[in-house]
């Protein structure tokens, strides 16, 4: 007889942490996307990262990480009114499942729940995956300044890469 298949459980979705960088880097560099910048974004505001952290079979051993997106909120002086979706990462095992959708999902409440107007991205191999998101592809002349200024647009993405956009629905303030 053999023994049953070992339940699959769902990856656990959650903040990212300072101490997660190392795993995040190494999910950057293993699905090809570059790693230039995320240890400043994510060591100065982990909590505009998401993980999915899958669970290990053996008691008390950590989980690993198998996805992750980030947003790098831009502001023009007074004002942030943008953020650059970035980093958005499924390790192969765990792509087809919803994650890379699940996380782009929470990213964007997030960024609506903050008042901000508009995501930004680039990519080099999704673009036609993120409309499924709601992006739509815009000329990379036409990207607000202080998306243009960050160092994935500078220098991190190559000049070939996709720019996309969504808009946001900011959400009003609720009463008490």
């Given amino acids: 007889m053999h ?19 190392a795993a995040v880097e ?3 560099a293993a699905s090809g996307l570059p790693t230039a910048g995320v240890a400043d974004v994510l060591t100065r505001h982990p909590e505009d ?10 008691p008390g051993a950590a989980g690993a990480l198998v996805a992750v997106a980030g947003l790098e909120v831009c ?22 499942h919803g994650l890379g959708r699940e996380l782009v999902r929470r990213l964007v409440c997030v960024a609506e729940g903050r008042g901000l107007r508009a995501l930004y991205l680039l990519t080099m191999t999704a673009e036609h995956y993120f409309p499924r998101l709601g992006f739509a592809r815009v000329d990379r002349g036409d990207v607000p300044e202080e998306i243009a200024a960050t160092l994935e647009f500078r220098s991190a993405c190559p000049a070939s890469a996709v720019a996309m ?3 946001l629905a900011p959400r009003a303030p609720t009463l008490s």
Avoid: M
């Avoid at 769902?10 to 101490?19: F, I, K, N, Q, V």
């Fill in 3 to 21: 023994p049953s298949p070992a339940p699959t459980v769902a990856p656990a979705l959650r903040e990212a942490r300072p101490d997660d960088l």
């Fill in 26 to 28: 190494r999910l950057l």
């Fill in 49 to 58: 990262f998401v993980v999915a952290e899958a669970p290990h079979a053996a």
């Fill in 75 to 96: 502001c023009d002086g007074s004002r942030c009114a943008h953020a650059l979706l970035r980093s958005v990462a499924v390790d192969p095992a765990w792509r087809a």
């Fill in 165 to 167: 956009t969504r808009p």
